[in-house]
């Protein structure tokens, strides 16, 4: 059988007994939540141990150069996206007054992660784009 049929049915599988899991949590009893929420845990970490796994053989099977070249940008997106928030272009006092704890360096944390994702949204945009105007062209 075919490892990709594979990984089909047992995403198949899973989402079934997640809808199934997702009804007894909303109609059931806490102390069956705690029972489900074991067994959401152990499902949620055989997904995490597939992923692992068939992303490791592909990398062992696919082009590494491209891949290593592909996080290597996005690990250069997330660096100078770091390095362009600041930390302090916000008044953290109402945060602080609330009790929350709003550090400089959580700002600066948040911020970073804004500027990459304004990055990514902008590049998978793009490259959508891209691909639908090059599909049209193309025919």
Do not use: C, R
């Not at 700002?107 to 590049?123: C, D, E, Q, T």
């Amino acid at each position: 059988m075919n490892t990709h049929k594979i990984i089909k049915i047992v995403a198949f599988a899973l989402a079934i007994l997640g809808s199934i899991f997702a009804l007894m949590i909303m109609t059931g009893s806490e102390a069956m939540i705690d029972n489900i929420l074991y067994i959401t845990y152990a499902v949620l970490g055989l997904v995490i141990a597939l992923v692992v796994i068939f992303v490791l053989k592909g990398l062992v099977t696919g082009d590494i150069k491209k891949t290593l070249m592909s996080v290597g940008a996005f690990l250069a997106i997330i660096f100078i996206s770091y390095g362009l928030s600041s930390g302090t272009d916000l008044d953290l006092q109402p945060f602080n007054d609330k009790g929350l704890g709003i550090t400089e360096g959580i700002s600066k944390n948040v911020g970073a992660g804004l500027y990459a994702f304004y990055v990514l949204a902008v590049i998978a945009i793009g490259s959508m784009l891209f691909g639908g105007v090059k599909k049209i062209l193309n025919k």
